[in-house]
């Protein structure tokens, strides 16, 4: 294949057909990917390890496959595929972004990383996550400060930032990520790629943090095709996760149009300001939805991020909180300051004793005014941040993010994803909307009804298609 700058920005479905009409080799795009990583990493640190030695000996590997010499060629091989640095690779570095883990090496793999590797993937670099993944940002003391490759002041949000900025810059084909209150769907939005949360038991996690409900790990891309390719590979049932969900349920390759499907609109939630960029770019989505032939109409759910806030937070009582307060008794000088502020936070207040029933009745409330949209709706869109994103190294300790000229309740700008978290049977896909004013892009979930993954998938590849500028070189990241 000739020359071709912008080879790192094949996507994985392309790159899959070059390989088998022998039109491209995986070593030709493996180094291209790696040229591109040192070309941007310096200003953007998207990776907290990278493995290049490795990634053209599996490159050199795969050729082999599809020039017929040794087992057929996987269903990845060839592909470049980011992990997650929270997720586990036995034999990989699994610090979890903190200081008092820098030194462990995981015993096993985690479902998702496993049938990446096993799919054929090329895996040549873990992607920067704030510590346990604690935070709509991405920093630590361990690997710094990560920033979003649209406007280098901004951060990519979090917690699979790099994930995020690594895919937007085409230093990867593929990346994994995971999503507990929106860590996948945010840096998706912040950095105008495609991020999907899997409903809960799709695809199957490690125990004891894979049996959190509100947790999943789960596909991002630069576009909806490859998001379901890599999809497919991840979701199956799995003997380590008991709540895994069986049989399999496969995204197809292609689907019908939306004339005629009802999709419902939420604008916003009492108690949280939403920028104006991000409304303007929701309802430009929802225009060209209509111009496909759905029947778009707005709904009040009657939500408040007052209540989702609390419920997430006695949801999180079970396991976040003592999993940090664990580290924090032997650990506290090593540990990044939104995590000592977390743990002080939660430390200061009292958990009641029926926190666990008092989060599943919040939820419930959640649910109930959504269960009569769905009666009449196939999906929801809802923004996925409430502002494009947030700045870079800001951690909000002492105040909340400025939206619309006022200070919000929250410093972690999720009231726009947990609810879909609680509701955890729910698949959610973020897609890009658009620019905002500072450069940085704007998304917009796709909301569908328990466990219907393929008409969010359906109603996300015929907006995709509708607005292709989206993927077009010159809404590409300038790095400025």
């Not at 490795?54 to 990845?76: Q, T, V």
């Not at 943090?209 to 590979?233: K, Q």
């Amino acid at each position: 294949m000739s020359e071709n700058t912008d080879l790192h920005y094949l996507t994985a479905t392309e790159a899959l057909a070059l390989f088998k009409a022998r039109e491209l080799s995986p070593v030709e795009l493996t180094d291209a990917v790696l040229d591109r990583i040192e070309e941007t990493e310096p200003k953007v640190n998207a990776f907290s390890a990278l493995y290049p030695d490795e990634a053209r000996r599996s490159a050199r590997e795969a050729e082999a496959r599809y020039m017929g010499k040794g087992p057929a060629p996987r269903p990845l091989e060839g592909i470049t595929v980011a992990i997650k640095e929270l997720t586990p690779l036995k034999g990989q570095q699994h610090t979890q972004g903190s200081l008092a883990f820098k030194d462990v090496i995981a015993k096993e793999s985690a479902p998702a990383a496993q049938r990446i590797q096993r799919a054929g993937a090329i895996i040549h670099g873990r992607t920067n996550s704030p510590e346990f993944g604690c935070a709509t940002f991405t920093h630590s003391r361990l690997f710094g400060l990560t920033r979003n490759p649209w406007n280098l002041d901004y951060s990519p949000a979090g917690s699979s930032g790099g994930s995020a900025v690594a895919l937007a810059l085409g230093s990867t084909a593929l990346a994994q990520g995971s999503d507990s209150a929106g860590s996948l769907r945010l840096p998706a939005s912040a950095c105008g790629v495609v991020g999907f949360k899997p409903p809960y038991g799709r695809v199957p996690g490690l125990p004891p943090y894979g049996l959190e409900t509100a947790n999943s790990d789960g596909p991002m891309a630069r576009t909806v095709d490859d998001c379901a390719l890599l999809e497919n590979i991840l979701a199956g049932p799995h003997l380590v996760d008991p709540n895994s969900v069986r049989p399999k349920l496969t995204i197809p390759q292609s689907q019908n149009g939306i004339e005629g499907v009802r999709i419902a609109h939420l604008t916003g939630i009492e108690g949280l300001d939403i920028d104006p960029d991000v409304v303007a770019n929701t309802r430009a989505t929802v225009d060209a939805l209509t111009e496909l032939g759905a029947i778009v109409e707005e709904v009040d759910l009657g939500w408040s991020f007052e209540t989702s806030a609390e419920a997430v937070g006695l949801h999180f009582s079970a396991t976040y909180w003592p999993r940090v307060q664990r580290v924090l008794a032997d650990s506290r000088e090593l540990l990044t300051s939104y995590i000592v502020a977390f743990a002080d936070a939660n430390a200061a207040g009292e958990t009641p004793k029926d926190f666990q029933l008092r989060s599943h009745e919040i939820t419930a409330e959640l649910w109930r005014p959504l269960a009569k949209v769905f009666r009449r709706n196939r999906a929801l869109l809802f923004p996925t941040l409430a502002q494009p994103a947030p700045m870079a190294g800001e951690e909000y300790l002492e105040r909340g993010p400025i939206i619309n000229g006022k200070e919000q309740a929250d410093r972690w700008i999720i009231g726009t994803t947990v609810p879909f978290n609680l509701l955890s049977r729910v698949p959610v896909m973020s897609v890009p909307t658009g620019l905002a004013r500072t450069g940085v892009p704007t998304g917009l979930q796709i909301v569908g009804r328990p466990y219907d993954d393929r008409e969010v998938f359906r109603i996300a590849r015929a907006f995709e298609r509708h607005r292709p500028w989206l993927h077009e070189a010159q809404s590409r990241p300038t790095l400025s």
